[in-house]
């Protein structure tokens, strides 16, 4: 042990730093200090003294392992590998004279007899780790010039939005404008046009009313004939005795024809006859008589005949009531059209149906502006990059296939997938968020709200965003069930900066 110890300290010896300290094995430059040659070495943590002929002598003194940088003694410790042309890096003590080579530079399996022979790569991994970073710099110098383009792009977008939006406003305000105006207006016709339709629609009560009282005299008359005996009843024998109401025209009224007329019942009074049977059989008496066309096929029931004066003088009564404007309105076209008015009337009648085209029209317009204005706000609110180095890929979608699908990303819109051999297209989600480290927030995008798997979960997709030279989407895979990785290359990920180690540069 005193050997190995004594082997340590020497070989340690050998590597000086700036200050002249002598470096012990496993330490770095950086903590050099902290191991000032002298009689004693007191314990980093300050809890113990011991000799210092007793660092790394393969036993562990100090609480903290701090005595046994370079030995495996402690199991809480670590050794430090310098790598010299090359990458530095720390590893467990547990890993020193284990017989596998860790340091590059095989500075960690110093005790030969072990079985271990390393020999010194560090030169040949430092040339190849250069050549790596040489071009992953020229990657991130080139995109990043092409990504200074984006950020103009992306900036010049914004301000266009924020142009295009004080525009619709101001439109928006134009419109409510006109439309305020011509509610004023067509509420001005329509007084007028109401004022001289009320004289038609007093005529048309007065006619109808005369109408009502007419057909109801029809019907006592009608029920008073078909009453033979006299008894205040109409029965089935005596509809079959009326070859009028023969439906199917075989010249006999057979008793489900009869029951038909009588609304299914044996024997019905007056009452139920104008309220019930009366429209029924007068259908049929129009068709007998011509005023009603016959049905296609003989024997085949119409649902009622067709409408009966008396049920559409029902509809007149109905639509009369309280409906919404649009239907209130195109019940007055269509019995406008009806009706032959004096000019003047119609005048007013023209007028009014103007005003209420103009207000639609308005309104309409109204209504285009407001969804502009949604879908513009929808894109100002989004996250475009810390530069708008992302905006420009808003509205562009790329694709990406494998053996079975093909994927297409649209950023800030939606992912999905779509089978090589046809079929419909899956929505795998929606534009949520980024979701990037702290360090880098726009290092991945989030889109949920996909189609729902069967019995399972609604798919998502997490984008990688990674520096390119061109917007490309580069993969897909599905680590798990319903959820989707893509990755995705852009020239707006490019981050051109010095990519260095201080502490490499400390033991170059």
Partial sequence: MFFFAFISLVFSFTNFSKCDIPRIRGVSIAKTSLYPPGEHFTCLDG?????FSQLNDDF???????????????????????????RPKTIGSSRVNDGICDCCDGSDEYIQNLGAKCENTCLEKGREEREKTKARQELLKKGGLIKNEMIMRGKALKVE??????????????????????????????SLENEALSVYREMEERDKAKQEEINIQEAENTFISYDTNGDGVVDVQEIQSNLALDKDRDGVVTEDEALYFLDDKETIDLEYFKSNAWSRIKSQLMIKDGSFPPPEEDGKETAELENTRDEEEGEQEEEEEETGEGEVEEQQTTRQEEIQYDPQ???LIDQANQARNELSEAERVIREIENEIKDLSDLESREYGASEEFASLSGECFDYEDREYIYKLCPFERASQQPKNGGS???????????????????????NGGATCWNGPQRSADVHVECGLENKLTAVSEPNRC???????????????SEHHSENHDEL
Wanted: with cysteine; net charge negative.
């Fill in 60 to 86: 562990c003194d100090c609480p903290d392992n701090s005595d046994e940088p370079g030995t495996s003694a402690c199991p809480g410790g670590s050794f430090h590998c310098a790598n010299l042309y090359h």
């Fill in 425 to 447: 297209e899956t929505r795998l989600g929606a534009w949520d968020k980024w979701i990037g480290s702290d360090d880098n927030k726009y290092s991945r995008m989030m889109y």
């Fill in 161 to 190: 939005r924020a142009s295009k939006l004080l525009e619709l406003e101001k439109r928006k305000s134009e419109a409510d404008g006109i439309k305020v105006e011509k509610e004023k207006i067509k509420h001005e016709v329509e």
């Fill in 345 to 347: 009337t119609q005048q």
């Fill in 47 to 51: 809890s113990r003294t011991i000799k």
């Fill in 483 to 497: 959820e989707y990785s893509f990755t995705f290359q852009t020239p707006a990920a490019c981050e051109h900066h």
